[in-house]
């Protein structure tokens, strides 16, 4: 067994600790991610609504006028946090032959936490489980801040007349408005248009931004480790400059495609195990 740590550290990697496949910055992350998201899955409940009681369009008790219009994002969000959470808390009695526990977001979440150090030795878990929880709680804290950062890019598309391609990385910023803006971790501001409406084919992007592409295009959570696999079986375009390597964003679609679809019917078999959504969850004999 490799003594190094199974989640991504860019150029610098990291040792495992002592009989676990995880570092121990990304064993405690994964513990502090489980800690956090009850509380993110309520504090999304009160920006459920996409009005409030100041606005006056609030439904009064014992009246007929119509309930708040929901925002499908926070509550599809807060569907997604409860979705895997529960798939996991599945997965893991499976494997350790353990009781679930109640049908309560609090009490999977703390659950899971007793179980982060198994989590943390075993594969696929090891792999697969932190980048999740990361992923819920990032996109929980973003719909919290309505000015949100992409902390995903790809490469900066200026050319200098006569020069050679900025190597500097995009990240998107979105607004209150929805409005989206660009910044060049070397140009500085640019026009966001270019980088949000653009072909698959010929793309050169970061591994963070497969990540973003691979979420929102496909619903996948895909892992870094995952990703890199590929590249070094030589099934999807990479190339390397000055220590950064670069995918090629149409290589990379079509084994998409069939991995989302495996982790979909993956995901379906679990959630219909665990009831299909309703969790009745009661310890086994």
Not at 21 to 31: K, P, Q, S, V
Not at 148 to 174: A, N
Not at 265 to 280: H, L, P, S, T
Request: charge should be neutral.
């Amino acid at each position: 067994m490799s003594d190094l740590c199974v989640q991504d550290h860019g150029e610098d990697e990291r040792r495992a600790l002592p009989g676990l496949r995880l570092c121990g910055g990304h064993r405690d992350g994964l513990e502090r991610d489980l800690g956090a998201l009850p509380r993110l899955h309520s504090d999304l409940a009160t920006i459920l609504a996409t009005g409030g009681a100041a606005s006056g369009s609030g439904r009064v008790s014992g009246t007929s006028s119509a309930p708040l219009p929901i925002r499908p994002d926070v509550a599809a969000h807060r569907d997604q946090i409860r979705h895997d959470l529960v798939w996991w808390a599945v997965f893991v009695a499976d494997e350790r032959g353990h009781a679930l526990p109640k049908d309560d977001v609090l009490d999977i979440a703390r659950w899971l936490g007793r179980h982060v150090d198994w989590i943390a030795a075993n594969l696929p878990a090891a792999e697969e489980c932190p980048p999740v929880m990361r992923g819920l709680a990032g996109r929980a804290r973003s719909l919290l801040d309505p000015n949100r950062r992409l902390p995903t890019g790809e490469r900066c598309r200026k050319v200098p007349d006569g020069g050679e391609r900025c190597p500097g990385v995009v990240s998107m910023i979105q607004k209150p408005d929805e409005t989206w803006t660009a910044r060049c971790t070397v140009c500085g501001p640019q026009e966001a248009a270019p980088y949000l409406h653009d072909r698959v084919n010929g793309r050169w992007v970061t591994i963070e931004r497969l990540e973003a592409y691979a979420l929102g295009r496909h619903g996948a959570r895909v892992p870094r480790a995952t990703i890199r696999s590929w590249a070094v079986r030589d099934q999807i375009s990479t190339r390397t400059e000055d220590g950064h390597t670069w995918y090629e964003l149409g290589s990379v679609e079509a084994r998409l495609r069939d991995w989302a679809e495996r982790e979909r019917a993956r995901q379906a078999k679990a959630v219909a195990r665990a009831g299909n959504g309703d969790y009745e969850l009661s310890p086994r004999a």
